[in-house]
């Protein structure tokens, strides 16, 4: 699905990624982890087309992204922070996304899980930081992609609606898609994630699954074995 080679990635005198080599295979859930500064934004980005590298290859379907942009019909996108139309309501804001697009999306579905029903007529100006990142992942999930990127998802979320958010995930997953997601939030990456990609100092430190990590820290909590890596990079 995609296919990573020798990515370099500088912001001034400032390296952020350092020679990424990394492969994510079709179907499954894959979680980009790292502390601040290691270069997971700059490498979603890059998958995006939001910042063109210095060095190195994407492929997405053994396919070059460089000098491409209809690859991105193909990817769904939520980002960390969404800035909307103050001035549109929610159900505006949704036709006026599906125009740009110009591809169906199925957001009834996703209106009743979030519960967004007694919204849609309100103003995005008025609505609660939660309500806004549910309206983000109505956005990015309404339509019917096979590679999902979700940048920091259970922002604000309640309770109620981070149970839809797994239901969800775990249902485009049966479906074959791909999803990556960055979050803080250990206990949910813990949940739903196939594999973790662990980035340190701008390159992938480990790849693998959750009981892969343990053994290899020799932790039997997830949130440890995370902090166990950062201690033998410090070390």
């Known amino acids: ?3 990573i080679d020798n990515l370099h990635k500088n912001f001034g005198k400032n390296q952020v990624l350092k020679g990424v080599d990394l492969g994510i295979t079709e179907g499954g859930i894959f979680a980009i982890l790292g502390p601040n500064g290691s270069g997971k934004t700059t490498l979603i980005k890059s998958i995006l087309g939001m910042v063109i590298p210095d060095k190195g290859d994407i492929f997405i379907d053994d396919t070059p992204i460089k000098k491409s942009w209809k690859y991105r019909h193909q990817i769904d996108y939520l980002p960390q922070i969404a800035n909307f139309p103050a001035n549109l309501t929610v159900k505006e804001l949704i036709r006026m996304i599906k125009d740009l697009r110009n591809k169906p999306g199925d957001d009834a579905a996703l209106v009743t899980s979030f519960q967004l029903s007694p919204f849609l007529d309100k103003k995005l100006s008025n609505l609660s930081g939660g309500t806004k990142q549910k309206v983000n992942l109505v956005l990015t999930l309404m339509f019917d992609s096979p590679l999902i990127i979700l940048d920091e998802p259970t922002t604000g979320l309640d309770p109620i609606a981070l ?18 997601i960055t979050s803080h939030i250990m206990s949910f990456v813990e949940e739903v994630a196939d594999e973790i990609v662990f980035l340190l100092e701008g390159k992938v430190y480990f790849k693998g699954n959750i009981d892969t990590l343990k053994e290899k820290t020799k932790e039997t909590d997830f949130e440890h074995a995370i902090a166990n890596l950062l201690k033998e990079n410090n070390a």
């Open 1 to 3: 699905m995609i296919k």
């Open 163 to 180: 149970l839809e958010l797994k239901k969800i995930i775990q249902k485009e997953k049966v479906k074959g898609k791909t999803v990556l």
